[in-house]
């Protein structure tokens, strides 16, 4: 289930609003009940004005194809257009004044009664209310709508309140949790946006309930933590992470305990409340408290076992399959090499300081990047490459060239390359890319460059089509020949025609083996000049040996003119007979200019 995004408003809430530093408040609260269930609470105070051009922009994207983004039933006005003279000479003088001062004699004397006047007049207070209320309405309907957390049988969602101010909208979503286990699943998806991903509940030494919150990755830098400082100063953000737990908190890591609640404050207002926060980035969320009632059976529960991770990443596709050496058939050949040398000068380092790291200047560093294409095997699709890496390199007088260090360069080396796409992106060919520290001076080559990259191909697809899908939540629709004892059901259908444009939506929900969480989705409108389409909101889901994976896919084209939209057709495609491979290459006399 996906809880960090709640929805595409909370989106709004969350990330665009914030991004644009106008967050009053934002809050989230975690509570473990002494009967074993759990809340998560989220509190968003936002700017009013801009979410509200947010949720029209979103209404013009759900229900207008106008890709000026004006309303149908705007007015035009007439008065905006300029007439030009055509008798104008091109060195002919105008006067700004003149031409003003004509202007206006043309209107004539204004009129500040005038009752064709187009100035926006104040609301009335009924007026006012009345907006209001629509407006709160506007966004409890989309919360509602769409619910994250609405085929899980383990969570409720709630919208508790949304309430309208002259300036600003606050809104109290809550998610409710059947069990612990089910909390502890979606740790990922409430703690991912603070830079958490990692929860384990289990009992001490003294029989104590104990949390500990963690990132699985490396924490956060000290230049992203002072980047992470200078927005929420701007913002003037305010904030409280907090946690409620059965019984009396005896120990925290964060600063404030009151009997059954442990938290942290945030006010970018005071710089002790931000140093606190710096503070807590760089160790882990631990909490201990008695369990009260809560029935201590079960533990150690860790996130990291059984989490459902969200949207499953394209380059997992093939995890079960074991990684074997490659045969033959395989090519490599370098396209293009790009070499950066990057040099602080003393002065500099000093004006830079808040960007400069170990890994050079704002994460750059010197290094020379070589990017490359693997041709596979004749018959084979390439869906995935990572891992590329340079195992030895020379240059023309046989000097040794360095791989550049994979700790520092890992988020740029691991996924070179994802596939699956499916279609158009059928391709036996796929581009990587390998970094290596700059050749020495006056190197005219790299003579020869060798390595080894992970890749994994298939053979064909095994496609599943569904004409003209209709929304019914009660039948549901075999797609064991795409993976056996797999259920496909369609929940919802929404689709627009107009002026030779077209689009739609297709919520879907897939139940079975792990294995459908790779299906791909896509849709073909017959006859259409072009269709797109991409999924949105997905997530899943798994107990008890099966997964639960729910979609909306969104497409949008264009007919030729004066057709009408022909028959849609839900597409649905999982790669068949899957190679995964260690392919070692050698690539030769690469110039460096």
């Given at each position: 289930?996906?809880?960090?995004?709640?929805?595409?408003?909370a989106?709004?809430?969350?990330?665009?609003v914030?991004?644009?530093?106008?967050v009053?408040?934002?809050?989230?609260?975690?509570?473990?009940?002494?009967?074993?269930?759990?809340?998560?609470?989220?509190?968003?105070?936002?700017?009013?004005?801009?979410?509200?051009?947010?949720?029209?922009?979103?209404?013009?994207?759900?229900?207008?194809?106008?890709?000026?983004?004006?309303?149908?039933?705007?007015?035009?006005?007439?008065?905006?257009?300029?007439?030009?003279?055509?008798?104008?000479?091109?060195?002919?003088?105008?006067?700004?004044?003149?031409?003003?001062?004509?202007?206006?004699?043309d209107?004539?004397?204004?009129?500040?009664a005038?009752?064709?006047?187009?100035?926006?007049?104040?609301?009335?207070?009924?007026?006012?209310?009345?907006?209001?209320?629509?407006?709160a309405?506007?966004?409890?309907?989309?919360?509602?709508?769409?619910?994250?957390?609405?085929?899980a049988?383990?969570?409720e969602?709630?919208?508790?309140?949304?309430?309208?101010g002259?300036?600003?909208?606050?809104?109290?979503?809550?998610?409710?949790?059947?069990?612990?286990?089910?909390?502890?699943?979606?740790t990922g998806?409430?703690?991912?946006?603070?830079?958490?991903?990692?929860?384990v509940?289990?009992?001490?030494?003294?029989?104590?309930l104990?949390?500990?919150?963690?990132?699985v990755?490396?924490?956060?830098?000290?230049?992203?933590?002072?980047?992470?400082?200078?927005?929420?100063?701007?913002a003037?953000?305010?904030?409280?992470?907090k946690?409620?737990?059965?019984?009396?908190?005896?120990?925290?890591?964060?600063?404030?305990?009151?009997?059954?609640?442990?938290?942290?404050?945030?006010?970018?207002?005071?710089?002790?409340?931000?140093d606190?926060?710096?503070?807590l980035?760089?160790?882990d969320?631990?909490?201990?408290?008695?369990?009260?009632?809560?029935?201590?059976?079960?533990?150690?529960?860790?996130?990291?076992?059984?989490?459902?991770?969200?949207?499953?990443?394209?380059?997992?596709?093939?995890?079960?399959?074991?990684v074997?050496?490659?045969?033959?058939?395989?090519?490599?050949?370098?396209l293009?090499?790009?070499?950066?040398?990057?040099?602080?000068?003393?002065?500099?380092?000093?004006?830079?300081?808040?960007?400069?790291?170990?890994?050079?200047?704002?994460?750059?560093?010197?290094?020379?990047?070589?990017?490359?294409k693997?041709?596979?095997p004749?018959?084979?699709?390439?869906?995935?490459?990572t891992?590329?890496?340079v195992?030895r390199?020379v240059?023309?007088?046989?000097?040794?060239i360095k791989?550049?260090?994979?700790?520092?360069?890992?988020?740029?080396?691991m996924?070179?390359?994802r596939?699956?796409?499916?279609?158009d992106?059928?391709?036996?060919?796929?581009?990587?890319?390998?970094?290596?520290?700059?050749?020495?001076?006056?190197?005219?080559?790299?003579?020869v460059?060798?390595?080894?990259?992970?890749?994994?191909?298939?053979?064909?697809?095994?496609?599943?089509?569904?004409?003209?899908?209709?929304?019914?939540?009660?039948n549901?629709?075999?797609?064991?020949?795409?993976?056996p004892?797999?259920?496909?059901?369609?929940?919802?259908?929404?689709?627009?025609?107009?002026?030779?444009?077209?689009?739609?939506r297709?919520?879907?929900?897939?139940?079975?083996?792990?294995?459908?969480?790779?299906?791909?989705?896509?849709?073909?409108?017959?006859?259409?000049?072009?269709?797109?389409?991409?999924e949105?909101?997905?997530?899943?889901?798994?107990r008890?040996e099966?997964?639960?994976?729910?979609?909306?896919?969104?497409?949008d084209?264009?007919?030729?003119?004066?057709e009408k939209?022909?028959k849609?057709?839900?597409?649905?495609?999982?790669?068949?007979?899957?190679?995964?491979?260690?392919?070692?290459?050698?690539?030769?006399?690469?110039?460096?200019f």
């Open positions: 289930m996906k809880l960090s995004t709640l929805t595409r408003l989106a709004v809430l969350l990330l665009v914030a991004g644009a530093g106008c009053k408040e934002y809050s989230v609260t975690v509570a473990i009940n002494e009967d074993g269930t759990a809340t998560v609470t989220n509190v968003a105070v936002v700017n009013r004005a801009l979410l509200e051009e947010q949720i029209r922009f979103m209404d013009a994207e759900e229900n207008d194809f106008d890709e000026d983004g004006f309303d149908d039933d705007e007015d035009f006005d007439e008065e905006l257009v300029v007439l030009v003279d055509d008798d104008l000479d091109e060195d002919d003088d105008l006067d700004e004044d003149e031409v003003e001062a004509e202007a206006e004699a209107e004539g004397p204004r009129d500040e005038d009752p064709d006047d187009d100035t926006e007049q104040p609301l009335t207070d009924e007026e006012q209310a009345k907006e209001d209320a629509e407006l309405a506007k966004i409890r309907g989309m919360l509602e709508e769409e619910n994250p957390v609405e085929d049988d383990d969570a969602f709630n919208v508790d309140s949304v309430e309208v002259e300036t600003t909208v606050r809104v109290v979503t809550t998610v409710k949790f059947k069990d612990l286990e089910a909390l502890v699943a979606s998806d409430i703690w991912r946006s603070f830079g958490y991903d990692r929860l509940l289990d009992a001490d030494d003294n029989g104590k104990r949390l500990t919150l963690s990132p990755s490396s924490r956060a830098t000290a230049r992203e933590l002072e980047e992470m400082r200078s927005w929420l100063e701007a003037g953000f305010e904030g409280i992470i946690f409620v737990m059965p019984g009396t908190v005896l120990s925290s890591t964060l600063p404030e305990i009151e009997e059954s609640v442990t938290f942290i404050k945030i006010d970018a207002a005071e710089s002790e409340s931000l606190a926060l710096e503070k980035y760089s160790q969320i631990v909490v201990t408290a008695e369990p009260g009632t809560l029935a201590m059976e079960g533990f150690p529960l860790d996130s990291g076992k059984v989490a459902a991770p969200g949207v499953p990443d394209p380059s997992d596709v093939a995890g079960d399959v074991p074997v050496d490659a045969g033959p058939g395989y090519e490599a050949e370098a293009t090499v790009t070499t950066t040398i990057i040099h602080v000068f003393p002065e500099g380092k000093n004006y830079l300081k808040h960007w400069v790291d170990g890994y050079g200047v704002r994460g750059n560093t010197s290094k020379c990047v070589v990017n490359a693997l041709y596979a004749e018959g084979r699709l390439i869906g995935e490459l891992n590329a890496r195992t390199a240059d023309e007088q046989d000097r040794e791989p550049l260090d994979l700790e520092s360069e890992s988020h740029r080396m996924r070179s390359y596939g699956f796409g499916g279609g992106d059928d391709n036996n060919t796929a581009d990587f890319t390998l970094h290596l520290e700059p050749p020495a001076l006056g190197a005219e080559t790299i003579d460059i060798e390595g080894e990259l992970i890749v994994t191909t298939f053979a064909r697809w095994k496609v599943h089509e569904v004409p003209e899908p209709k929304a019914d939540g009660e549901d629709i075999d797609i064991g020949d795409l993976v004892g797999a259920t496909l059901t369609i929940t919802g259908v929404r689709s627009k025609e107009r002026d030779g444009e077209f689009g739609g297709i919520r879907v929900k897939i139940v079975g083996p792990s294995g459908v969480r790779y299906i791909k989705t896509d849709v073909r409108v017959e006859g259409a000049r072009y269709t797109h389409a991409y949105s909101r997905s997530s899943w889901s798994e008890d099966t997964t639960t994976r729910t979609s909306t896919i969104r497409y084209g264009s007919m030729e003119e004066d939209a022909g849609v057709v839900l597409v649905l495609r999982i790669p068949d007979d899957l190679k995964r491979e260690r392919v070692k290459f050698t690539m030769e006399t690469v110039d460096l």
